[in-house]
């Protein structure tokens, strides 16, 4: 454990509540978000997914906050601390899953930058199997490569200068950029010829998809609750133990899920307008989605080059402000327990991290076997252990913890703990087995396939 300077802080609580939703809207909310409504039935999934949210998502926030801000340490050293025997090692589970995760969301967020010049350059293309083939030439290569080192360098700039003048800084400026352009972009789309359409396909629930579909649409909507609320990371371990003082942790919570629900809903305000003007169905492409039909979309609309640019540079920069969280879990990691100092931990990580993304940046397959692991089994595990472990057997000094800068709470507290040993617990249980069998069908299928050509 480090014993050396004092542990940096968050300097105000706008700055923690922005930096975490600077964490939390990302790529998960504006491209993984549409297409999971378009592949899951559209309303029906929104519904469900917003139902996850509340009952899931808040309750496993709050046992991250709680346990980041009792021990201020990193996840290695916050599990050693509260946990008893093998639990004490769960903290590593985060930090793997994080080294991971960035790898190849870097070179995503390589993509909205490549698909941001494209459009200065008003280079998208409206027919739907070239643009296809487009994006199968700049997703992988030298130039996705390149792209990818371009974002890692921004990012190890951001987390090199610490969590006051770093990050704090960065997410005051990128935050209420995402959000005044969003709403643009969402006020302009609405003039288009396809919006009604849209609307009635997004916002009115067909209820016979959920009875008929619930075996595929429950489990996809818990996971895009956890995932795009950036837990099951140790993200949110990590920055609450950058909290100082007693604040209301159960309120700063609810107002960091109110504003990565509304970015994720104005996103499909802007998307489906769009793909419903240009004729695209928007389930078909599949996780594509942002990448191919979308841009051929721009490239079928009058100013598309315009409106697509300004739309992939706020995803980059979303992209940004979610991977400063990630590098920030490990690089925490670094500071406390291996006492380098931030530069030097920042470098030698973000360098890592670069060389581990090289392959996803190489190959889509190697990019899809990184993905699948990380996110569907590594996250799901690390959430699920540190869920169980605190609401089970530390759950007085869990609601002891949230009491500091609420009060007592009384029976809420209980229900709190209730809430996520069971409810929680077997969403994840749940979610665990499917992704380990959908994995194996991956290594078994496509993967074994790749490996033989
Ligand atoms: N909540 C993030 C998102 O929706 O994109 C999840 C995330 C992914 C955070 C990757 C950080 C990251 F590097």
Redesign the pocket.
């Given at each position: 454990m480090s014993s050396g300077g004092q542990r940096e802080q968050w300097a105000t609580r706008i700055g923690f509540i922005f930096a975490a939703v600077g964490?939390?809207v990302?790529?998960?909310?504006i491209w993984r978000f549409p297409f999971q409504v378009g592949q899951e039935g559209g309303a029906a999934f929104l519904v469900i997914y917003l139902l996850f949210i509340v009952l899931i998502g808040f309750p496993a926030m709050l046992i991250e906050f709680v346990v980041g801000r009792h021990t201020e340490r990193n996840p290695v050293g916050a599990l050693q601390e509260i946990g008893a025997g093998a639990w004490r090692y769960v903290g590593w589970i985060f930090i793997a899953t994080g080294f991971v995760?960035?790898s190849y969301?870097s070179v995503v967020a390589g993509w909205t930058i490549r698909y941001t010049l494209l459009g200065l350059q008003d280079d998208y293309i409206a027919d739907a199997a070239e643009a296809e083939a487009q994006f199968v030439t700049l997703a992988s290569g030298l130039d996705a490569i390149f792209l990818h080192a371009i974002f890692m360098v921004a990012v190890i700039a951001i987390v090199a200068y610490g969590i006051e003048r770093g990050i704090e800084l960065a997410v005051k400026v990128m935050i209420p950029a995402i959000i005044v352009i969003m709403l643009g972009l969402a006020v302009y789309v609405a003039t288009l010829e396809g919006a009604s359409e849209a609307y009635s396909y997004y916002l009115s629930p067909e209820w016979g998809v959920i009875a008929a579909e619930w075996q595929s649409i429950l489990p996809a909507a818990a996971g895009q609750a956890f995932?795009?609320?950036?837990l099951g990371?140790g993200?949110m371990i990590t920055y609450a133990s950058y909290l100082g003082e007693d604040r209301n942790l159960a309120e700063d919570s609810a107002i960091i899920i109110g504003f990565d629900t509304a970015i994720a809903f104005v996103t499909g305000l802007i998307v489906f307008p769009v793909l419903f003007t240009a004729g695209v169905a928007p389930g078909d492409p599949g996780a594509g989605a942002i990448f191919v039909s979308l841009a051929a979309a721009f490239g079928d609309l009058t100013f598309g080059w315009l409106i697509g640019a300004i739309f992939f540079a706020t995803v980059a920069i979303a992209a940004l402000s979610?991977?400063i969280?990630?590098m920030e879990v490990v690089v925490s990691y670094a500071i406390d327990e291996l006492d380098l100092d931030r530069v030097t931990a920042t470098l030698a990580i973000g360098g890592a991290i670069f060389l581990l993304g090289i392959p996803s940046a190489y190959d889509l397959v190697l990019l899809d076997l990184f993905d699948l692991f990380a996110d569907q089994i590594l996250l799901v595990l690390g959430g699920l252990l540190l869920a169980i472990l605190v609401s089970w057997s530390l759950s007085t000094l869990a609601i002891e913890e949230l009491e500091r800068g609420i009060g007592d709470l009384g029976s809420l507290g209980t229900a709190w703990i209730w809430a996520v040993r069971i409810p929680v617990v077997l969403v994840l249980v749940v979610a665990l087995v499917l992704g380990i069998l959908d994995y194996y069908e991956f290594l078994s299928g496509d993967f074994a396939a790749w490996l033989e050509e």
């Open positions: 964490s939390a990302g790529l998960g909310n995760i960035l969301y995932f795009t609320l950036s990371m993200v979610s991977a969280s990630l």
